[in-house]
């Protein structure tokens, strides 16, 4: 067992080639010689290689460095974020079953949620993003009943941090409660959810792991038993992700730690900035001593980051923020998040577009929040084009 930075960089490695290659070859061949399950070639966890939309190489290569990063048995990956959530989510839920969700998300997932409840028939129940209001909806719940609580650590846009740790300690007490994390705003740096009894941990792999803007990706790591069951529904849902992204994943992932540490640098100089600005309203970072979860995010991150995402509502209207958003010149506008090129957005726009306005405005969420995701660039750079766009409104 080597440690997550030796894994980062050689764990995709299973197959070795013939000639030596330091990096994984990239298979883009979606047929493999077969003639039946016994005259196959098999990848390192059994599956035979036959058919892309199944086992491919190249996609395994990637699987074994999730697994790796977040200390779980397996790991498979998906062509997008949001097929790893509903592959994962079409598995675990059933009819009857209960799904505990905090009111902020990503809002397509909740989307997804509402729209799978309707259809297989659980009750989704959603709380505000606290561990006391997570463990309130469990305590009132009949243990018979199998529940899945689904949550962000960190949640999406207003960077509530919810203390895992409490959560953790009433769910290990319950045998029918199932507890999936989505970890792709903390990434494996600031926590493996694994050591909080999470059953199975999700990436947008899109965002930090990829880490460049050019991929769209997803993951779910998690017991072997749970993967060999969803390595079918990836079969059959035909979710997977392809070679080349999942070759370029893994090239992301090597520099992991170099890139999120310095973008956090640079997240933590901007939240100062901001945080002193009088066109500023409010700052959201869970970095700011000031901020009501900076307690939290120090005793459950596994190192003393907070985060490359700053949140922020700038003083005036929507008219304001927009013409604040067309003055910027090295920040672009643009919802993702995670890569080297800073990007902003308008909350109510974008990551939280399908959170009804009564409860984004219970959240906290104003028309004009902001969220930047914030780059590698200089970070001197990046105030000075904040500094130019605010004195323009
Ligand atoms: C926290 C989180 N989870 C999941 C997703 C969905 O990922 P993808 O866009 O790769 O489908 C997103 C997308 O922004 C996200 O922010």
Same mark, same amino acid.
Not at 84 to 92: E, G, K, P
Not at 137 to 144: H, K
Not at 309 to 330: A, H, M, N, T, Y
């Given at each position: 067992?080597?440690?997550?930075?030796?894994?980062?960089?050689?764990?995709?490695?299973?197959?070795?080639?013939?000639?030596?290659?330091?990096?994984?070859?990239?298979?883009?061949?979606?047929?493999?010689?077969?003639? @039946?399950? %016994?005259?196959?070639?098999?990848?390192?966890?059994?599956?035979?290689?036959?058919?892309?939309?199944?086992?491919?190489?190249?996609?395994?290569?990637?699987?074994?460095?999730?697994?790796?990063?977040?200390?779980?048995?397996?790991?498979?990956?998906?062509?997008?974020?949001?097929?790893?959530?509903?592959?994962?989510?079409?598995?675990?839920?059933? &009819?009857?079953?209960?799904?505990?969700?905090?009111?902020?998300?990503?809002?397509?997932?909740?989307?997804?949620?509402?729209?799978?409840? *309707?259809?297989?028939?659980?009750?989704?129940?959603?709380?505000?993003?606290?561990?006391?209001?997570?463990? @309130?909806?469990? %305590?009132?719940?009949?243990?018979?009943?199998?529940?899945?609580?689904? $949550?962000?650590?960190?949640?999406?846009?207003?960077? *509530?941090?919810?203390?895992?740790?409490?959560?953790?300690?009433?769910?290990?007490?319950?045998?029918?409660?199932?507890?999936?994390? @989505?970890?792709?705003?903390?990434?494996?740096?600031?926590?493996?959810?694994?050591?909080?009894?999470?059953?199975?941990?999700?990436?947008?792999?899109?965002?930090?792991?990829?880490?460049?803007?050019?991929?769209?990706?997803?993951?779910?790591?998690?017991?072997?038993?749970?993967?060999?069951?969803?390595?079918?529904?990836?079969?059959?849902?035909?979710?997977?992700?392809? &070679?080349?992204?999942?070759?370029?994943?893994?090239?992301?992932?090597?520099?992991?730690?170099?890139?999120?540490?310095?973008?956090?640098?640079?997240?933590?100089?901007?939240?100062?900035?901001? $945080?002193?600005?009088?066109?500023?309203?409010?700052?959201?970072?869970?970095?700011?001593?000031?901020? &009501?979860?900076?307690?939290?995010?120090?005793?459950?991150?596994?190192?003393?980051?907070?985060?490359?995402?700053?949140?922020?509502?700038?003083?005036?209207?929507?008219?304001?923020?927009?013409?604040?958003?067309?003055?910027?010149?090295?920040?672009? &506008?643009?919802?993702? $998040?995670?890569?080297?090129?800073?990007?902003?957005?308008?909350?109510?726009?974008?990551?939280?577009?399908?959170?009804?306005? @009564?409860?984004?405005?219970?959240?906290?969420?104003?028309?004009?929040?902001?969220?930047?995701?914030?780059?590698? %660039?200089?970070?001197?750079?990046?105030?000075?084009?904040?500094?130019?766009?605010?004195?323009?409104?």
């Amino acid at each position: 067992m080597v440690r997550d930075d030796t894994s980062a960089v050689h764990g995709w490695k299973w197959n070795e080639e013939q000639f030596g290659s330091v990096v994984t070859p990239v298979y883009l061949s979606t047929a493999y010689r077969y003639l @039946d399950e %016994e005259h196959a070639m098999v990848s390192d966890r059994g599956k035979v290689i036959k058919y892309a939309r199944e086992e491919t190489p190249t996609v395994r290569a990637l699987e074994r460095v999730i697994a790796s990063l977040e200390g779980y048995d397996d790991a498979l990956v998906f062509s997008s974020g949001m097929a790893s959530i509903s592959t994962l989510m079409l598995r675990v839920l059933e &009819p009857g079953c209960k799904l505990i969700v905090p009111l902020e998300m990503y809002s397509t997932t909740l989307q997804l949620l509402e729209s799978l409840s *309707k259809k297989i028939g659980f009750d989704v129940i959603k709380v505000w993003p606290s561990a006391d209001a997570i463990i @309130d909806a469990l %305590e009132g719940d009949d243990r018979a009943v199998k529940t899945v609580i689904f $949550l962000e650590v960190m949640c999406n846009p207003t960077l *509530k941090v919810i203390d895992l740790n409490r959560i953790s300690r009433v769910v290990q007490d319950r045998e029918n409660t199932t507890l999936v994390v @989505d970890n792709t705003f903390t990434t494996p740096i600031l926590l493996h959810p694994k050591d909080y009894g999470a059953s199975a941990t999700i990436h947008s792999l899109t965002k930090y792991l990829a880490g460049h803007n050019d991929v769209i990706g997803g993951a779910v790591a998690a017991s072997s038993a749970v993967i060999q069951d969803l390595w079918d529904w990836r079969r059959m849902l035909g979710t997977v992700m392809q &070679p080349l992204e999942a070759y370029l994943t893994i090239r992301g992932i090597k520099t992991l730690r170099v890139r999120f540490v310095k973008q956090c640098e640079n997240a933590r100089a901007i939240a100062e900035y901001l $945080l002193d600005h009088p066109k500023v309203k409010d700052v959201m970072y869970p970095g700011l001593p000031s901020s &009501p979860y900076h307690s939290i995010a120090n005793k459950i991150f596994r190192a003393k980051l907070y985060g490359a995402v700053v949140s922020f509502v700038p003083r005036g209207g929507r008219d304001s923020i927009i013409r604040f958003l067309k003055e910027l010149k090295v920040i672009a &506008p643009s919802p993702s $998040l995670g890569g080297p090129e800073s990007l902003i957005s308008i909350a109510s726009a974008s990551a939280a577009k399908y959170i009804p306005p @009564d409860v984004r405005e219970e959240l906290g969420i104003e028309d004009t929040l902001l969220r930047l995701s914030v780059g590698l %660039e200089d970070v001197n750079d990046l105030v000075e084009d904040l500094d130019k766009a605010f004195a323009k409104i």
